[in-house]
């Protein structure tokens, strides 16, 4: 359990709540039955800061080809349903992550961005990501 004072925030919100309860029974391995969790900030920066590295390193994304369609889209998410959801470095090559913004487009103006908890809450997706970086599935 997370102590009160170590603990970030509260999710209750349905939108938000299957995406983190993936994410938080991959870190912890366990399975949760509730719908309401309380999240170390610790544990969620520690997966961002994991993500920053493996960016900064030169991972081989694949920036292109930047979905156009909703059929191109659906191709992207289909590609990382198919992920398992422990392959982190698997998601950030296919969702086309990189560390920066691509021309003035950045995770922090794209709808899928949750700024209380830095998260992208498109459900094939579902980590926590940095305001400045991009994918392919950006979105206004």
Excluded at 6 to 31: F, K, P, T
Excluded at 95 to 103: K, L, T
Excluded at 113 to 125: D, F, H, K
């Amino acid at each position: 359990m997370v102590e009160k004072e170590n603990a970030e925030l509260m999710i209750n919100d349905s939108r938000l709540s299957r995406q983190l309860q993936l994410y938080l029974e991959m870190i912890a391995g366990v399975r949760f039955t509730k719908l309401e969790f309380v999240v170390s900030k610790s544990a969620i920066n520690e997966r961002r800061e994991t993500f920053a590295a493996v960016l900064a390193e030169g991972l081989h994304i694949q920036l292109e080809p930047i979905p156009e369609t909703l059929l191109d889209r659906e191709k992207v998410a289909d590609g990382l349903r198919e992920i398992d959801r422990e392959d982190y470095r698997q998601k950030l090559i296919v969702a086309g992550f990189a560390d920066h913004p691509i021309g003035e487009n950045s995770c922090a103006q794209c709808m899928y961005y949750v700024v209380s908890g830095r998260w992208c809450a498109l459900p094939e997706i579902a980590l926590p990501v940095e305001p400045h970086w991009w994918c392919r599935l950006w979105r206004i």
